[in-house]
């Protein structure tokens, strides 16, 4: 076997049991396309104008249950219409390298007026963790973290020591005195700047919002909104749409600090001895119910429920309309791109048929 790339005589240990090998490992890895989000996948394709991807030629072909819900999540950003065809917004969201959540944050960032402050928050979350706990001295880390936490938003943290490491002119001896990886912000400050060659090539202004983050806030939550979390009882939460319980993780901003908010976002789940909750950032009721409206809503007493369904059935009769403008568009273009090609041969000229090419010999050379 091969130890590190070596192939030379050598011992090898193996940190699985033989019963384990034989009885409880696959025969081959699961190919990666088939066991992660395809949202990015779906969004390429879409860019390069494959309009049918359930029946798109894969290597190793996706379940077709991955690739509805990467679409599902991609019409829920805004960047896929009722149709499924590509947005505007989706053509910006293709040129970012990042998750299609990241790229709505900063495009919806420049319209905030905060898109310098979510330029430095999505590099940040572009690398590993920045803080470290050395042993031995693991109180000291957990100190030197608390002075950098901004008690509404672990996201409004990350850009805290941006700020502080910057106002300290990138100093690698600060980072080390306040337990950052001086390496890993090093290569935050990479990723920023090829984020913004980006967003200059796409003409996105970068502004900054000066000290009011509750707009960078608002931002965040324009595209995790459908991973949202009301709160259940101390420190414990449920997602909104599921109903799966969830908790703030110790090192999170808003973990003890005496004041949970009713509602807040996280940027993913992490799944140890309990389901928890990384990246949290409080936000407001009204927020989720203006910029997920397929999900939430805010409760009206004026309203009856009969204009509630009067509203539904013009939106389904709007979605039916888009549908067969869609449809009728699809099938001029096929016929376009047919008549395109030509007619086609009724039959391929073979050399040395008789009939394809006539034999003219001349009689003076005697054949």
């Not at 939460?237 to 319980?245: D, F, I, K, W």
């Amino acid at each position: 076997s091969g130890r590190a790339g070596r192939t030379g005589a050598g011992q090898c240990f193996r940190l699985y049991s033989e019963r384990c090998y034989k009885d409880e490992m696959l025969l081959m890895t699961v190919p990666e396309i088939q066991r992660t989000n395809l949202a990015n996948v779906v969004l390429l394709l879409k860019s390069l104008n494959v309009d049918d991807l359930l029946q798109f030629h894969f290597m190793d072909p996706p379940p077709q249950d991955n690739i509805l819900n990467s679409m599902y999540q991609l019409w829920i950003l805004g960047a896929l219409d009722n149709t499924g065809d590509l947005t505007p917004l989706g053509r910006q969201m293709v040129e970012f390298p990042l998750d299609p959540p990241l790229s709505k944050v900063l495009i919806f960032a420049t319209h905030m007026g905060c898109s310098e402050e979510v330029l430095i928050i999505v590099s940040m979350l572009s690398v590993p963790a920045i803080f470290y706990r050395p042993k031995g001295r693991e109180e000291d880390s957990d100190a030197a973290r608390e002075k950098f936490q901004v008690p509404e938003s672990d996201h409004l943290s990350l850009l805290h020591v941006y700020k502080q490491w910057k106002v300290n002119n990138y100093s690698s001896h600060w980072c080390n005195e306040h337990f950052i990886h001086a390496k890993a912000m090093r290569k935050v400050r990479e990723v920023r700047q090829q984020l913004k060659d980006i967003m200059d090539s796409q003409k996105l202004d970068v502004v900054s919002c000066g000290t009011s983050w509750d707009v960078v806030r608002k931002c965040f939550c324009s595209a995790y909104f459908f991973q949202a979390a009301r709160l259940k009882g101390i420190g414990e939460y449920v997602n909104c749409r599921t109903g799966m319980p969830c908790h703030l993780h110790p090192t999170s901003a808003l973990y003890g600090m005496g004041y949970t908010p009713d509602y807040v976002v996280y940027h993913e789940l992490i799944m140890t001895s309990k389901e928890y909750m990384q990246c949290v950032t409080a936000v407001d009721g009204e927020w989720l119910a203006e910029l997920g409206p397929m999900f939430f809503s805010v409760k009206e007493s004026n309203r009856s429920r009969l204009d509630k369904k009067k509203e539904h059935k013009e939106v389904l009769r709007t979605m039916e309309e888009q549908l067969e403008e869609s449809s009728a568009r699809h099938q001029d273009h096929s016929t376009e791109s047919h008549h395109m090609m030509g007619p086609t041969p009724k039959r391929i000229e073979t050399p040395g048929r008789r009939d394809a090419t006539p034999r003219r010999t001349p009689h003076r050379l005697g054949l």
